[in-house]
């Protein structure tokens, strides 16, 4: 079972309030990832890290931010939520070196701006 | 560069036949290739992985997946479809530094 966790599970929040979306992993990796997944399934990267320090954007363009102070934690925070915000939220972390290896993926956040 | 392409958005099988979910990859290397599920409001779960050890890859719940390096194509199979396997499918390749790149998904429907 992954060791990745993301809180909240699910979010209701009023437009113009800043968020920080939380994820955590127990196994050591380097690598973290955030993906934002719209109801037509599709995964698209907006951000991710190859370790502490390090933060680099994906391929979709957002307007969050992203931190990594440790190496286990790897937060996610809007400064004015809108509901084009509105989206599930992937974290997910791998080994960064290691060849054929998989990510591992939290259970997602559900965040609603209304 | 990596690229992977799902052939169809939503299959529907009934229960007990089987499954085929069709993914067709591109790399300019041999790829590492991936099958992820992922259920209503849940994460993603792998369900197997190809890592060039073998190209018959089997995977947790009856799943399995063949390499054809010549058609460049990694498709998902069971034999048997059961209710619990309802859920969204991504085909995934990474690149040497740990880039996942996804398939646009798969919705499987099992008709009782």
């Known amino acids: 079972e992954a060791d990745i966790y993301q809180t909240p599970r699910y979010l209701v929040i009023g437009t113009g309030k800043k968020i920080t979306l939380e994820c955590s992993q127990t196994m050591g990796h380097d690598k973290m990832y955030w993906y934002q997944q719209d109801p037509g399934m599709e995964l698209h990267l907006i951000h991710y890290?190859?370790?502490?320090?390090?933060?680099e954007k994906g391929d979709l363009s957002s307007e969050s931010t992203v931190s990594r102070i440790r190496t286990e934690h790897f937060p996610l925070t809007l400064e004015s939520a809108r509901p084009s915000h509105t989206s599930q939220y992937l974290c997910a972390s791998s080994e960064l070196d290691r060849r054929n290896t998989e990510a591992f993926f939290g259970q997602g956040t559900r965040l609603t701006v209304v | 560069a990596q690229s992977v392409t799902q052939l169809d958005s939503h299959v529907s099988v009934s229960e007990g036949t089987p499954v085929l979910l069709r993914c067709n990859y591109s790399s300019s290397y041999s790829p590492s290739l991936f099958w992820y599920v992922q259920h209503p409001n849940k994460g993603l779960q792998l369900l197997l992985k190809y890592t060039s050890a073998a190209t018959l890859v089997k995977g947790i719940n009856g799943f399995e997946a063949e390499f054809k390096k010549s058609e460049t194509s990694f498709h998902l199979t069971k034999p048997s479809a059961h209710m619990s396997d309802a859920a969204e499918y991504f085909c995934v390749v990474s690149d040497l530094r740990n880039q996942f790149y996804f398939g646009t998904g798969t919705s499987l429907t099992v008709i009782p």
């Open positions: 890290s190859y370790g502490v320090n390090s933060t």
